[in-house]
């Protein structure tokens, strides 16, 4: 199965590329969630440029050192940010393909979970928000994000690919990630029915 799920998705495959040969980092998962859930407490409320080890440090008790044992640094991190908001894309999309059929049905679920993002943060998870501040503390390192070119070229040669044809998964996708963007910059701020009926409009537009 071919996993894309928007522009953090590729960004998180390109940080983790590029540590794969990195020493595993020890230490019980409990103190690493704790520490996770912490770093995306800190993002959300103060947000991206609040992420440093030191303010992490002072929010979570722990040392410094401590903290380097789990991440052995501020790219790690954000990885490790990632993969957690990636795992809640993945399981929106993974939730929304029984809803398609033929042989675009992943296509159309992946276009749908963008759109849906907006719904986890208005069901109290604050997911754009925290998913602004990730994409924003990895853009401080531009060596990270250059090869997300070469991967949205992969997934826009399977748009070209599909029965619904290149141009149309590609607007219904550019939409739902350019209304998501305004979001995230506080450009409009859309009430929870015309939400819907944007959503509802980018599907039918698919289905079609």
Same mark, same amino acid.
């Given at each position: 199965?071919?996993?894309? &799920?928007?522009?953090?998705?590729?960004?998180?495959?390109? @940080?983790?590329?590029?540590?794969?040969? $990195?020493?595993?980092?020890?230490?019980?998962?409990?103190?690493?969630?704790?520490?996770?859930?912490?770093?995306?407490?800190?993002?959300?409320? +103060?947000?991206?440029?609040? =992420?440093?080890?030191?303010?992490?440090?002072?929010?979570?008790?722990?040392?410094?050192?401590?903290?380097?044992? +789990?991440?052995?640094?501020?790219?790690?991190? @954000?990885?490790?940010?990632?993969?957690?908001?990636?795992?809640?894309?993945?399981?929106?999309?993974?939730?929304?393909?029984?809803?398609? &059929?033929?042989?675009?049905?992943?296509?159309?679920?992946?276009?749908?979970?963008?759109?849906? @993002?907006?719904?986890?943060?208005?069901?109290?998870?604050?997911?754009?928000?925290?998913?602004?501040?990730?994409?924003?503390?990895?853009? +401080?390192?531009?060596? =990270?994000?250059?090869?997300?070119?070469?991967?949205?070229?992969?997934?826009?040669?399977?748009?070209? $690919?599909? %029965?619904?044809?290149?141009?149309?998964?590609?607007?219904?996708?550019? $939409?739902?990630?350019?209304?998501?963007?305004?979001?995230?910059?506080?450009?409009?701020?859309?009430?929870? %029915?015309?939400?819907?009926?944007?959503?509802? $409009?980018?599907?039918?537009?698919?289905?079609?």
């Amino acid at each position: 199965m071919y996993r894309s &799920d928007g522009l953090c998705y590729y960004a998180c495959i390109i @940080v983790r590329r590029q540590s794969m040969n $990195a020493k595993p980092r020890g230490g019980r998962p409990s103190k690493r969630n704790y520490i996770l859930m912490a770093a995306e407490q800190l993002v959300k409320s +103060h947000g991206a440029a609040q =992420l440093t080890f030191d303010k992490l440090s002072e929010e979570t008790g722990i040392s410094k050192g401590g903290l380097l044992y +789990h991440f052995a640094s501020k790219d790690e991190l @954000v990885l490790a940010m990632m993969e957690r908001l990636i795992d809640t894309r993945e399981q929106l999309r993974e939730d929304l393909t029984p809803q398609f &059929d033929g042989p675009d049905a992943e296509l159309k679920a992946l276009i749908m979970s963008e759109a849906n @993002v907006q719904r986890v943060a208005k069901d109290g998870n604050d997911e754009l928000a925290l998913d602004s501040a990730v994409l924003c503390a990895a853009s +401080h390192n531009r060596d =990270l994000l250059k090869p997300l070119q070469g991967r949205f070229e992969e997934l826009f040669a399977r748009f070209d $690919a599909s %029965q619904m044809g290149g141009d149309k998964a590609r607007i219904a996708f550019f $939409a739902v990630l350019g209304e998501r963007l305004m979001q995230q910059l506080g450009m409009m701020d859309s009430d929870p %029915q015309e939400r819907d009926v944007f959503v509802q $409009a980018i599907r039918k537009y698919i289905e079609e």
